[in-house]
Each structure stands twice: as structure tokens, then as C-alpha cells.
């Protein structure tokens, strides 16, 4: 049953793509009309989608400055260690 | 001896364990699942029964081995219930001293968290060490034997900073060995050794390379185990000693954000989640370094919650390992036909320790943030939901897509292998996943259970400011995943961490070894040969004379005995050190049962 499903959702992954990005919007659109900001902690967090903002930035910033460091030359062969 | 009737759930354990291997075969399994599930009557019994137990004489001190309170019941709690779950995920292994050696762990967790002084403390603090070496050990690879070697030598270190610290300190307070809050307004030396002793076992930075080091090499179901109890007593400890000391926050968000990092740079999916330990543990000591009632609750909380995802997230990857014999994503890929249930209970996992609404980690994570918010610490906690992006980018998809999805990199025997594991595996996922969501979805279940509930009872994870937040920060974060995904893809290295000074470090010494002593020594015994043994066999000639004609008739009868015990004690000893050492620690245990509780 599970195959099943993720293999309908595979088969319409364009479809599934662009709901997704529906959802994303509705997401940001529910959040900037509906959502009081008045539990907000700082006043940054009040500009509209900040969230959305924090989480792409943070998820690039992670991966490139974490592949920037490991190919620093901490990233080596997995022999390494072996004599 | 015993002041009050009360049963340690850590005896109950040790005891279980001795019986074990003298059981006959049919009756293992049910054995297996009935002693953990007494632990955790026993534990259960005790609640609400707040209170000293278990007082003992022991030369001029009074050693506690029973305190009974909020802390150390929520912890007790979820030690004995994942107890349950590791050893039901581990019916099907065979090796009895698997099992032998799984639950003296948990013992030893049992006794660190019951204890009321740093006494009884030390005693089951190298228990546990001692106990999950064997975890790796039993992996019997090649390398196992050195990971296993390097792990128990880490921690004899933090041991020993943990034992300065505590006579330190005896000697400072005029005998005082109680352990409660240890005055972190006015630290002393003693107070950073035992410090250092406490933060080597929550692996925090630089003291951290030893957990993805031994939990990438354990055995599957060893795994399972050491990613629960090691760092979440180390944190109970902390909670209870260090509540407050401010230094640990800027530790624990560089936890945090350390293990992410490492984490987007691993190969090994079990060394992964091993990394993500190191982050989620950092939420935990930077809200023991918070220290206000809130903060506490939340590392309780997230420590619950922890144990029970990350241990369904070593099942699952577990569960890879199992049947295909491969963990690394450049051999694996695509497997969603072969191991649907492995993937759903792994993605549960994954959803939970990234915090999805109605999963686990949400209820939990976000007390510990929001405390940082309320002393307006606010660095950390932008800082603190910077890394549970990174969660969510590894281990909710990083980790599911390159196994189950992405590129097939499996070989054809790799892929023939690939199935759906045993029943009693999927079973210990079930639960452990069932747990994950219960606690999500029906926030008093655990917020009852917290040191402070009232205080808990007046937080509410389910507003529509933090469910809009949460959503976007990682909604968006799959957004950037899938974008990158090229940037993502496996590969076939490994990263140098720490360990590299300690595991370099002792080729450096053993060269030294080898070159400049050896050669000295080698002087030394050349000098000797010409001035020492000369008259060395004169006078041994002599006393050879005196041998042959007087001793041998006296002693030859004494010989044959000795012989005799002698080889009834060479069939224990096999010569390797590891047997040694097991044999060492289970006579320790005995020892220590009776001693205590005859």
C-alpha cells in the first residue's frame, strides 16, 4: 500500500511539485493575513514571511559553509586512518 | 541494610542479566521482555512516592542509592521503557552477552540517576562505560576492537576528571559528597573537573568525537542503546548539578550547531545521526545552562523525547544495516519497494527530531527555545532554531531520501538483500513511533512527568504564531533541500574530526615506543648481559645445586596442584583483553548486589 502510493505520487511528481509550492503560498498568505504576531519575540519577526526567509536562508547558509569547510580538507579518503 | 523496602530497578536488571545465559533456550524471549518490563513496573510503582531510599553504611559514609524525585523519575521513566523497546528491537540476536551487556548499561544509567552522591555516582558512572564497550566489541570487526578501545579510554579520562573533581571537592566542603546543585554562582576548580567529567559524556565539543566514533561502529541493536543512555544521563546529571551555570549555553549552541554541520558532511548514515545526537544534546545543556524552571522542563522534555526518536531513527537505519549490511549512501538508494516499513518508522523518526507539529520534538524543542526567548538570550535561540533547520535537512530528508530514493547506488547483492526487517524489529519501531506521535499529539501525557508541572502546564506548544513559525522555517528548509539536492549528493569520504589528535597522537607515541625507548631499552639490556649475568649464573648454579637436592621433593606435590588450578583458570582467560575486562565488570556487579543488598 505504501510502494503504491509514493509510486502514484511519483508518477504526477510535476503535479505534486506544484501543489506543493500552492501549499508553500497559502502557507506565507495564512501567516501574513491570519496569524497574530502579538507572541512574537522580537520586532524582526513582525516583517511579513520572516520565517519562511529564516528557514531557506538558514537550510543554503548550512549547506554551503558546511561544504566550504569540508572541503577545507577535512573531507578526506576513507582510508585515512589505516596504516 | 536497606532503610525503607524499596527495589532499585538497576537490580532487577543486573540480577536479570546473570540469570540470563543459564536459561534454557525456549524460555530467552519471553525472559528477555519480562525483566525490562518489571524495571519498569518498579519504576512506575515509585511514582508519586517522592522520597530517600536505599541508604547505606559504608565505612564512615552513608551512600544513597534511592533518591526519588521529579527529575530523576521522568528520566527513570524513559530509561526502563526504552530499555523495553531496545531489547524487544534485539529478540532475534543470539549472543547472550549482548543482552547481558545492554542491560548492565542500563543499570549503570539507573543507578546515576537514583543516586544521591557522587560516591554511588562514580560507581555506576564506570558501569556504564564499562558496560557499552561491549556494545562495539560484539560488532567483532577488525576495527571494532580499536573503536571499542578508544571509547573506553576517552571516557576512563572523563572518569578520572570526574574523580579529581569530586575528592577535590570532598576535600573542600570538609566531607561533603552529596550530590544536588553544586553552587554554580561560585565555581572552583573542583566544580570544572566534575564539570568536564559530566559535559565528555553529553560529547560536548572538544570532548565529543568519541560518539559518532563507537555509536557508527556498534553492533544494530548496541546502537540503539548507547544513542539513548550515555549523553541523556550526562544531561540529567548536568540538570541536576548545574542548573543555571552560564556557561553552558554558548556550549550547548555550539553543540547544536557543530553537529549540523558535520552532519551535512557524513557519509555514514548511523554516523549522521550520531552527529545529530551531538546537536540535539546541545538543546538540552544550553537549557540546563538557562536554569530557569522553564528551561529544565524543556531539556527533561526534549530528553524524553529524544531517547524515543533518535532511538527509532537507529531502528530504522538499524534496520538497513541489518538486512543489507550497508549504512553508507554511496552504497544505498532507491529502497522504498524493498523496505516500506523501515521508511514510514525512520521518516516518523525524522519528523519528530525535526520538530513537525503533532510529533514529538515539537512539544519538546520549542519549551527550550522559548525559555531562551523569555531571559531574552536571544542570540542563542535564533541560533538554536538556525540548527533545527539543520535537523530537519538531514535527518527528516537528507537521510530518508538517500536511502529510500535519490540515485540506486546499491549493488545487486546489496538490493537482493534489501527487505523489510523481522517482525520483532518492526515491532520495537512500532512502539517507539507510536510513543513519538502520543507525545506530539497529547502534550500531558509528557508534560505530567516534568520536574516542574506546573509550570509546564501553563506552556502551550500549540498556538498559531509557533505552528505558523515552525511550518515555515521548515517547509522552506525542504525548499532549499531540493534546490541543492546536487550540492547533497553522497560522498564516498570521511571527515577528520578531533579524534584525529588522540587517534594520531598515539602513533606518535607508540613511534616514540617503538624508536627511541626500544633502542634505550635495548642499551639497557646489552649493559646488563655483560655486568649482570655473570654472577647472576654463578650464583644461580648454586641455588639449582640446592633445588635438585633439597626443595624439589617439598614441592613437587604443590606443583601439581597449582597446575591444576591453573588450567581451570586459563579456559576463562583466552588471553584477549576484552574478555578480561568483561569478566572484571561482571564480577564488579556481583560484588557490588551483594554487598549492598545481602
Known sequence: M?????????????????????????????????????????????????????????????????????????????????? | MITDFWLHPALILIVGAFILPFLPKWLKRPYLVIVPTLAFLDVLSMQGQHGTFGVVRFLDWYLTFGRVDGLSMVFAYIMTLMCIIGTIYGLHV??????????????????????????????????MAFASVFLVWFRRRPESLAVGYR????????????????????????????????????????????????????????????????????????????????????????????????ILVPLGVCMALYGVVYAVLENDARRLLAYHIISQVGYMVAGVGIGTELAINGACAHAFAHILYKGLLFMGCGSVLHMTGKSKFSELGGLYKKMPM??????????????FPLFSGFVSKAMIVAAGFEVHNYWAAFLLTLASAGTFLHTGLKVPYFIWFGKNNCSKETWDKAADPPWNMQLGMGIAAFLCILIGSYTPYLYNMLPYPQIAAGYHPYTAYHLSETLQILLFTAVGFFLLIKKLAPEPKISIDLDWFYRMGGRGFLWLAKRPIQWADS???????????????????????????????????????????????????SGQLQYNIFYAVSFVAVALVLYVFA
Open chain 1, 2 to 83: 505504501i510502494v503504491k502510493l509514493i509510486d502514484f505520487l511519483r508518477d504526477r511528481l510535476q503535479l505534486v511539485i506544484r501543489l506543493s509550492y500552492v501549499g508553500l503560498a497559502l502557507l506565507v498568505a495564512w501567516d501574513v493575513v491570519f496569524v497574530s504576531k502579538e507572541h512574537a519575540h522580537t520586532a524582526a519577526e513582525r516583517i511579513p514571511g520572516f520565517w519562511a526567509a529564516f528557514g531557506f536562508i538558514a537550510c543554503v547558509v548550512i549547506i554551503i559553509v558546511s561544504k566550504w569547510y569540508g572541503h577545507l580538507g577535512i573531507m578526506t579518503r576513507e582510508d585515512y586512518y589505516d596504516n
Open chain 2, 94 to 127: 543470539e549472543d547472550d552477552f549482548q543482552h547481558v551487556a545492554a542491560w548492565l548499561y542500563v543499570a549503570g544509567s539507573l543507578g546515576v540517576i537514583f543516586c544521591a552522591d557522587y560516591l554511588v555516582l562514580f560507581l555506576f558512572w564506570e558501569l
Open chain 2, 151 to 246: 571509547y573506553l579510554l576517552v571516557h576512563t579520562a572523563g572518569g578520572l576528571a570526574l574523580l579529581a573533581g569530586l575528592i577535590l571537592r570532598y576535600q573542600a566542603t570538609g566531607g561533603d559528597l552529596s550530590f544536588g546543585p553544586i553552587g554554580v554562582g561560585s565555581p572552583s576548580l573542583s566544580t570544572y573537573l566534575i564539570m568536564i567529567g559530566f559535559l565528555l559524556n553529553a560529547a560536548v565539543p572538544p570532548f565529543h568525537a568519541w560518539l559518532p566514533d563507537a555509536y557508527g561502529e556498534a553492533t544494530v541493536t548496541g546502537a540503539v542503546f548507547m544513542c539513548a543512555f550515555t549523553t541523556k544521563t550526562a544531561v540529567y546529571a548536568l540538570a541536576r548539578a548545574f542548573a543555571g551555570m552560564e
Open chain 2, 342 to 355: 523501515a521508511f514510514v518508522f525512520t521518516m516518523i523518526g525524522g519528523l519528530s527530531i525535526s520538530a
Open chain 2, 523 to 573: 642499551c639497557v639490556s646489552e649493559g646488563y648481559r655483560y655486568i649482570g649475568l655473570m654472577p647472576l649464573m654463578t650464583t644461580a648454579k648454586f641455588w639449582s645445586w640446592f633445588d635438585w637436592h633439597a626443595i624439589d621433593g617439598v614441592v613437587d606435590g604443590l606443583a601439581k596442584t597449582v597446575r591444576n588450578i591453573g588450567g581451570l583458570v586459563r579456559r576463562l582467560q
